[in-house]
């Protein structure tokens, strides 16, 4: 019998009627109700979002800058102090490893360290990865805190005032710019403040000790934060075209078919991976990643084959109906003759040919109407 791992929320999770589910070994809920209504609760007020099968790995050594800079296809050299970057690491082929968040962080004086943020699915793969090439090195400081550790989303348009009326940081959240970290405290425990998040609204992350995470929780939601399980996570992400592991990504896949070509730096350095991806941004070609619009109801699924009269063209790898537009959606690749937005396709669901088009990504932005 496989045991799952528990994140420091799992008895409140329990106690309040999460639906527990293995997600990635982990014991996660997947909602407390509707998923619609926790979908819209984040769209329209603050959701909070227990993250913390997350992994979360901890650099603390003078050279952990250019260890990583060798191993990310973006520049951790070149993220400011207490910034964060998106980026991705890549094998030899350019295959895309995970898609990671990279920090670069210090505290104000000569302390400096960075952290990385990898999908609960492949911290196994990337803890070996880190470690194969060097990782263990006393001068990289290398440690995984993920079970030491939670991690807090609090997402939504009202996010950041609720956090900044309770005073619960000794920083102003919303003097923190998009995509800005900052150490701090919470009830006198370390804690780390980013504004990022996978919804498309605007908010933060925290990772602070386990031992403060109930409450931390609990008093985001008595200030009226609605715990959201994965299911409305998933729903959210997708709206805003955020790739998911395992669905737009995978390791036969390269940073410029997944339409990533903003994560990769490669003028003047070199890691795993770049050699073939510098080769690889010259094809022009490749199939593109888009979004498609049904005009039905029928909701097209991972998986799914998409035609162009009889031509089959690509192949759905996320799709859901949209709480926000009440219509399916989903993102897919497609032949690059075929990507072009307004093209009209038709996608096969159980044997039917249900219409699409494809249309520009993302679907949803914030401050717009839908």
């Known amino acids: 019998m496989i045991t799952l791992a528990r994140t420091p929320l799992y008895d409140w999770h329990l106690a309040h009627q999460g639906k527990l589910v293995d997600f990635a070994g982990w014991s996660m809920p997947v909602q407390y109700g509707s998923i619609v209504e926790e979908h819209l609760a984040t769209r329209s007020s603050v959701g909070l ?11 603390l050594g003078p050279q952990a800058g250019k260890f990583l800079d060798g191993l990310l296809t973006r520049s951790a050299l070149k993220v400011p102090a207490n910034r964060v970057r998106y980026s991705l690491v890549t094998n030899d082929a350019g295959g895309i490893l995970d898609d990671v968040l990279v920090y670069h962080l210090t505290d104000g004086s000569s302390r400096e360290w960075y952290e990385l943020v990898v999908n609960a699915g492949n911290r196994d793969k990337i803890v070996g990865w880190i470690e194969r090439h060097g990782g ?9 805190e993920t079970l030491a550790t939670a991690m807090i989303a609090v997402q939504g348009p009202l996010a950041i005032e609720r956090l900044d ?29 980013s504004r990022t998040g996978y919804t498309g609204e605007d908010g933060v992350e925290v990772v ?22 994965l299911g409305a996570r998933d729903t959210l992400r997708l ?4 790739p998911l592991y395992g669905h737009e990504l995978n390791e036969s896949l390269d940073p410029f078919t997944a339409d990533l070509a903003f994560a990769v730096e490669l003028t003047g350095r070199k890691f795993v991976g770049s050699s073939t991806l510098s080769d690889r941004a010259k094809v022009a070609d490749h199939p593109r990643r888009v979004g498609l619009e ?9 998986g799914y084959g998409i035609y162009v009269g009889d031509t089959h063209t690509g192949t759905v790898t996320s799709g ?3 709480p926000t537009f009440q219509r399916p959606i989903a993102m897919a690749y497609v032949q690059a003759e ?33």
């Open 49 to 59: 979002f227990d993250v913390s099968h997350m992994g979360r790995l901890r650099f």
């Open 136 to 144: 263990s090195a006393p001068e990289v400081g290398f440690s995984d």
């Open 165 to 193: 009326s309770l005073a619960i940081f000794p920083l102003a959240v919303g003097r923190l710019k998009y995509y800005e970290a900052a150490p701090t405290l919470f009830a006198g425990q370390p804690a780390l403040v």
């Open 208 to 229: 602070i000790a386990a031992a403060a995470a109930m409450s931390l929780w609990e008093g985001l939601v008595q200030a009226g934060g609605r715990a959201v399980g």
């Open 239 to 242: 709206e805003a075209a955020m």
């Open 294 to 302: 049904l005009t039905g109801k029928r909701v097209p699924r991972e």
């Open 320 to 322: 859901t109906f949209s």
């Open 338 to 370: 075929h990507a072009a937005p307004g093209t009209a396709v038709w996608v096969d669901i159980r044997g039917s040919r249900e219409a699409a088009q494809v249309v520009r990504l993302p679907f949803y932005k914030r401050n717009s109407s839908p």
